[in-house]
Nanobody, 126 residues
Framework: QVQLVESGGGLVQAGGSLRLSCAAS????????MGWFRQAVGKERECVAT????????YYADSVKGRFTISRDNAKNTVYLQMNSLKPEDTAVYYC???????????????????WGQGTQVAVSS
């Protein structure tokens, strides 16, 4: 089992920055891939970024490429999402999730992730 706790959300003006953190416990953190997803009101959950177990492979949705950076610190059992140049359309609840399959590849499909955090709200004002 894996437990995930997100933090770092909040209200920010357009053009601002936030850093989300997700602390993991349970299974050895360096053995699985992680993803950040978001869900806006009335929309489906979408994959924002993923990172494999070593941190050597990452993926970004086109909508955040060049603005967001995913990283992980396996010594601290934590994955991060640095969000810069935020836009009102980034407003959503952000979730971190754990994919306990191979760990070396990543998936953008929510159903491949067995464990989810409780979510943290990000609101960007114009």
């Amino acid at each position: 089992q894996v437990q995930l706790v997100e933090s770092g959300g909040g209200l920010v003006q357009a053009g601002g920055s936030l850093r989300l953190s997700c602390a993991a416990s349970g299974r050895t953190f360096s053995s699985y891939a992680m993803g950040w997803f978001r869900q806006a009101v009335g929309k489906e959950r979408e994959c924002v970024a993923t990172i494999n177990r070593s941190g050597g492979t990452t993926y970004y949705a086109d909508s955040v490429k060049g603005r967001f950076t995913i990283s992980r610190d396996n010594a601290k059992n934590t994955v991060y999402l640095q969000m810069n140049s935020l836009k009102p359309e980034d407003t959503a609840v952000y979730y971190c999730a754990a994919d306990l399959r191979t760990g070396w590849s990543t998936s953008t499909r929510p159903y491949d992730y067995e464990h989810w955090g409780q979510g943290t709200q990000v609101a960007v004002s114009s």
